[in-house]
């Protein structure tokens, strides 16, 4: 814990010489304050030290920009997306990150993610898809440091899922995209020696920009969670979303659709249309066209029962690039599917029509079953 606090204030005196620059008048662009990468195994703790920092950061009057790639597990949104958004007020203890809009009053006040759907478990399961997301996001995040004077000064702090910590080449291709896009400048690597290593040496290069590698120990806290934990973990996510938790009660809505009012795309699981991209020697890439793909278009059916629409922003004639790129309205649940009369059971937090946008189907989170009795 001490060498964690150790973290905050050294983030906090790059902060304040940000602080002082910009009152000195350099000139140039303004300078912009740490922005943070923490990576990891599995059950490192990850995800905990980013509400550290945050939440130390809040309390120091900052307002860090928090960001989201680990679709396993959501941040004010369902699991299966990657989000960002800033902090500007203090964490709630019993929420985590707190609650969005959609949850309604709430004693602390809420926060405002942008989210994008990956809607798979794993980058790998298609990393054109995720990486193409991560420089949207990093487009977001960016544009915001450069507009609002306080998050520019307070920096960001990005969480990671453990797979990208997982690279038996060494070259760790996902995080060196995310340290380019975000422009990372502080890496902190939490229980891995391996990892440290290879990224001390990655980012030591001359000539590039300075990227400071730091090893942390793994909290001792911190335990193995099995997948069925994980998996109960994620239909609570979901569950919450639709209907609140705690004290917050929310009452979602149900309504009935034609087929012809929806437009899916699923998204394409990659290492599953291409197995044997497994047995490539010498670690080679797959550059089969069937590589790159990023959805399918599908008709409603009973397949889909169960499962959790994205709404985007995107229109049903727009690019797949667009689709992926368009951030997320909100999220439907598809309670029943009826053949015969050609129409579906949608749940939804908010009353009133859901929009006839791109719709996003993943494979992730799970299908979460009786939902609605």
């Keep these: ?14 902060r304040d ?5 910009q009152e000195m008048g350099s000139g140039g ?11 990891g195994p599995e059950n490192a703790g ?20 928090v960001v989201n790639l680990d679709p396993r597990q959501g941040m004010l949104s369902p699991p299966g997306s990657l989000a960002t958004a800033t902090m500007a007020s203090v964490l709630d203890v019993e929420e985590g990150w707190g609650s969005s809009p959609i949850n309604g009053p709430s004693p602390v006040p809420v926060k405002m993610p942008l989210v994008y759907h990956f809607g798979l478990g794993s980058p790998d399961d298609n990393p054109k898809m995720y990486r193409g997301l991560v420089t949207r996001l990093a487009l977001a995040v960016t544009s915001r440091l450069g507009e609002d004077d306080e998050a520019r000064k307070s920096g960001c702090i990005i969480d990671t899922p453990g797979v990208l910590s997982v690279d038996k080449k060494g070259v760790y291709e996902n995080i060196q995209h995310v340290v380019s896009e975000f422009s990372v400048n502080v890496i902190l690597v939490l229980g891995s020696e391996r990892l440290y290593s290879d990224l001390s040496r990655r980012f030591s290069r001359p000539g590039e920009d300075p990227v400071q590698v730091v090893k942390l120990d793994k909290s001792g806290g911190c335990v193995d969670r099995d997948e069925t934990y994980m998996k109960a973990l994620r239909q609570t996510q979901v569950r919450s979303y639709f209907f609140g938790h705690g004290s917050t009660t929310l009452s979602p809505h149900t309504q009935r659709l034609d087929f ?26 797959d550059d089969t066209e ?6 399918d278009r599908i008709k409603p059916s009973l397949m889909i029962q169960n499962g959790l629409l994205a709404i985007t922003h995107a229109e049903p004639s727009d690019s797949y690039e667009h689709i992926r790129d368009s951030s997320v309205v909100g999220y439907v649940y598809i309670a029943d599917v009826d053949e015969a009369k050609q129409n579906v059971k949608l749940l939804a937090p908010l009353s009133g029509q859901i929009p006839r946008s791109a719709m996003i189907l993943g494979n992730w989170p799970e299908d979460v079953a009786g939902l609605v009795g």
Excluded: C
Excluded at 1 to 14: I, S
Excluded at 51 to 64: E, N, S
Excluded at 290 to 295: H, I, K, W
């Design 260 to 285: 012809n009012s929806l437009h899916i795309f699923r998204t394409v699981d990659t290492s599953a249309t291409n197995p044997a991209s497994s047995f490539l020697p010498g670690g080679e890439d």
């Design 46 to 65: 990850k995800t905990s030290l980013v509400r550290l920092l945050t939440a130390y950061g809040v309390k120091m009057g900052r307002q860090p920009v």
């Design 29 to 39: 662009e303004k300078p912009i304050g740490p922005r943070v990468l923490v990576v």
């Design 290 to 295: 069937s590589s790159g793909r990023l959805y």
């Design 17 to 21: 010489a940000v602080s002082t620059t």
């Design 1 to 14: 814990m001490v060498e964690y606090a150790n973290v905050h204030f050294a983030l906090e005196r790059l």
